[in-house]
């Protein structure tokens, strides 16, 4: 068993489609072209795409992408182009705004990795349009650091039962969370994925964005958009407006 099998069952309760209200309302106006970094299984995408929207997404991992494909397949060639790799695959044709959700800021490791990011975004990104993307907090990490194990999920899949567990170790000196997903099936070896979330500040994440021509307009929470996120809200959304 492969992680992206049981992905969108371990992410059932997700809100994806109130993520996209809110997202289309921080954006402003009603786009019709927008584009999406990091759509993973398409479930972000389905939602845009029941919008009426024409979306360009694009995900690194081979294994997400055939899922988005396989959700979104209706809508292929129609309204929806699907890319396998980074923001640099995506069309330089420009668009009335962009999404990244799922804090994939957070899977960025360097400097160097996270200017390319928002650069490529604002090359193709309409004057005047913005960006909306959610992020851990580099503040809250450091004044309330995470825990080193979420409580054990059993998700039944047919006549299978797996335990899914999340464990993770946090460097605050590197501003790193190393996150480890164990998950164990019945009558199987326990499987375990291992991968790393850099944890930026806000400062920072603002910083890049100016160097990439957008300004961050606002820093808010999903649960209150309305609301300026304060240093100890975990998981916080940047709109960005394209200069």
Same mark, same amino acid.
């Given at each position: 068993?492969?992680?992206?099998?049981?992905?969108?069952?371990?992410?059932?309760?997700?809100?994806?489609?109130?993520?996209?209200?809110?997202?289309?309302? #921080?954006?402003?106006?009603?786009?019709? /072209?927008?584009?999406?970094?990091? *759509?993973?299984?398409?479930?972000?995408?389905?939602?845009? #795409? &029941? !919008?009426?929207?024409?979306?360009?997404?694009?995900?690194? $991992?081979?294994?997400?992408?055939?899922?988005?494909?396989?959700?979104?397949? =209706?809508?292929?060639? /129609?309204?929806? !182009?699907?890319?396998?790799?980074?923001?640099? /695959? %995506?069309?330089?044709?420009?668009?009335?705004?962009? @999404?990244?959700? =799922?804090?994939?800021?957070?899977?960025?490791?360097?400097?160097?990795?996270?200017?390319?990011?928002?650069?490529?975004?604002? @090359?193709?990104?309409?004057?005047?349009? &913005?960006?909306?993307?959610?992020?851990?907090?580099?503040?809250?990490?450091?004044?309330? +650091?995470?825990?080193?194990?979420?409580?054990?999920?059993?998700?039944? !899949?047919?006549?299978? !039962?797996?335990? =899914?567990?999340?464990?993770?170790?946090? $460097?605050?000196?590197?501003?790193?969370? $190393?996150?480890?997903?164990?998950?164990?099936?019945?009558?199987?070896?326990?499987?375990?994925?291992?991968?790393?979330?850099?944890?930026?500040?806000?400062?920072?994440?603002?910083?890049?964005?100016?160097?990439?021509?957008? /300004? *961050?307009?606002?820093?808010?929470?999903?649960?209150? +958009?309305?609301?300026?996120?304060?240093?100890?809200?975990?998981?916080?959304? =940047?709109? %960005? &407006?394209?200069?």
């Amino acid at each position: 068993m492969k992680f992206h099998e049981i992905y969108d069952q371990i992410f059932a309760e997700k809100p994806y489609e109130k993520e996209v209200s809110l997202a289309m309302a #921080l954006l402003g106006g009603q786009p019709s /072209k927008v584009l999406e970094i990091g *759509c993973g299984t398409g479930r972000h995408t389905e939602a845009l #795409l &029941r !919008r009426g929207l024409k979306v360009t997404a694009v995900d690194t $991992d081979p294994a997400m992408i055939l899922l988005a494909k396989e959700r979104n397949r =209706f809508y292929l060639g /129609k309204r929806l !182009r699907l890319a396998l790799g980074g923001v640099d /695959k %995506a069309p330089r044709k420009p668009v009335d705004g962009a @999404l990244s959700l =799922f804090h994939v800021v957070n899977y960025l490791q360097t400097e160097k990795d996270l200017l390319r990011f928002f650069s490529e975004i604002s @090359l193709r990104l309409k004057t005047g349009k &913005r960006l909306v993307f959610d992020a851990w907090n580099g503040l809250a990490a450091i004044l309330d +650091p995470p825990r080193t194990t979420t409580p054990a999920r059993t998700i039944c !899949r047919g006549q299978e !039962r797996i335990v =899914f567990r999340t464990k993770t170790t946090t $460097d605050l000196w590197k501003m790193r969370a $190393d996150l480890e997903v164990v998950i164990r099936s019945q009558g199987g070896k326990p499987e375990t994925y291992r991968y790393t979330h850099r944890i930026w500040l806000p400062a920072e994440l603002c910083g890049f964005l100016e160097m990439s021509r957008m /300004k *961050c307009e606002r820093i808010c929470t999903w649960k209150n +958009p309305r609301r300026q996120a304060t240093p100890r809200d975990w998981k916080i959304v =940047f709109v %960005a &407006r394209k200069m």
